[in-house]
C-alpha cells in the first residue's frame, strides 16, 4: 500500500467591493404658498359647504346645479356692489332700478309708509314717500354691511347675508328673478 501525500498551496485573494457614492435620487415637490394643496382642498371644501348651505331650504321639487348658484351669487353680488355706490351717492333714483315693481307699489302707499316710519328709531322722520324711506330706511339698515352668502328660499328667491363666526347670519337683502334679472324685493310690513 502506498501512501502519496500531497501538499496544496492556496492562495487566498480578497475580493473588494467598491462601491461608488450614488447620488440619492430626489422627488422635489414644490408647492408655493399661493397654491398649497391643502387650502385648495380647504377652498374645495369651503365651495362645496357653501352651496350645500345656499340650497339647503329649497323644497325638494326644486333643485339648483352649482352653476346656476355660482351665476346667481356672481349677479347678486355685483348688484349689491352697485347699490353701495348708489346709497353712497344717495341717488334714489337709480336706486328704482334695482327694486323688485311689487316693492315700489308697496312703498308708494302712503299708509305702508306710516307703517315703515312707526318702526323708526327716531319718532320725528317722516316718511313721505319711497325716495324717503330710501334714505332714513334703506341706506341706515344696510351701513357696514359685509354679504358673504346667498341663500335660497326658492330658484326666484334669495336673501343675502352676512355670515357670522358662530354660523349665525344676518340678513340685508331679498331679491326676487323677474324676467331673468335678480331685484331687490323690499320686506313688507
Known sequence: MALFFFSCATKETETQ???EPVPPVEETVT???????????????????????????????????????????TAILQAITELSEI????DGEAWLNYIAPE??????????????????????IELKNIYDYFIYVFIPSRQRSKVDE??????????????????????????????ERWYVNLPTL
Open 17 to 19: 467591493i467598491i462601491e
Open 103 to 124: 316693492s315700489i307699489r308697496y312703498y308708494s302707499n302712503p299708509a305702508n309708509l306710516r307703517k315703515a316710519q312707526k318702526k323708526l328709531p327716531n319718532k320725528l
Open 31 to 73: 408647492y408655493t404658498e399661493e397654491d398649497p394643496v391643502e387650502d385648495v382642498v380647504e377652498e374645495i371644501d369651503a365651495e362645496e359647504e357653501e352651496y350645500l348651505r345656499s340650497i339647503d331650504s329649497l323644497d325638494t321639487t326644486e333643485s339648483v346645479t352649482k352653476q346656476e348658484f355660482s351665476d346667481d351669487k
Open 150 to 179: 346667498i341663500r335660497y328660499l326658492s330658484k326666484t328667491d334669495i336673501k343675502a347675508v352676512e355670515v357670522k363666526e358662530d354660523y349665525s347670519t344676518i340678513v340685508y337683502y331679498y331679491f326676487t328673478k323677474i324676467n
Open 87 to 90: 346709497m353712497e351717492n344717495q
